[in-house]
């Protein structure tokens, strides 16, 4: 979906968004239920999550809270093991967030993305803002669980 705006290789090389604490587990994206069937006749390991949504299983070895865990779909060398159509849409859209900031929908831009350099952060927010726009909203509407709330490591950039 932004690969006009971030080449593969930006993102192989990071990962970023593909490892996660124990204490920002919650971050998983929530995966659409036609995902999810996909997944399970794989045998990928899915968590369920206590609002209901489905989420991938995350392996930690240990209690500690800086203990990361990778994505299960992350292969370290190449990347995401999805094809980019089967990856989910939090992951597809990354480093944009859906949020709820009191009750309006907002768009957040993750302040940290390492491939945010050049021109790259304009031309996100420009198409974040206009031609996507109607697709983050839709999605937003028809999976209100992968709407987070407001979190300050990610920068307003629209706002309903």
Not at 104 to 109: K, T
Not at 116 to 138: I, N, W, Y
Request: aromatic residues 8%.
């Amino acid at each position: 979906m932004l690969t006009d705006i971030f080449t593969p290789s930006d993102c192989a090389a990071c990962k970023l968004c593909c490892n996660f604490h124990r204490s920002s587990a919650w971050e998983t994206p929530c995966l659409e239920k036609e995902l999810v069937y996909l997944l399970q006749e794989e045998g990928v390991a899915l968590d369920q999550r206590t609002d209901g949504s489905t989420s991938f299983y995350l392996h930690f070895c240990t209690e500690s809270d800086d203990e990361i865990a990778n994505c299960p779909m992350l292969d370290t060398t190449s990347g995401c093991t999805l094809p980019r159509e089967l990856r989910p849409f939090e992951c597809r859209i990354w480093p944009l967030r859906l949020m709820r900031q009191s009750s309006r929908l907002v768009i957040g831009l993750y302040k940290n993305c390492p491939a945010l350099k050049g021109d790259a952060l304009q031309r996100l927010v420009d198409f974040a803002t206009g031609e996507l726009l109607p697709t983050l909203l839709d999605y937003a509407k028809r999976h209100p669980k992968s709407v987070r709330e407001v979190n300050p490591a990610y920068d307003i950039i629209w706002q309903q």
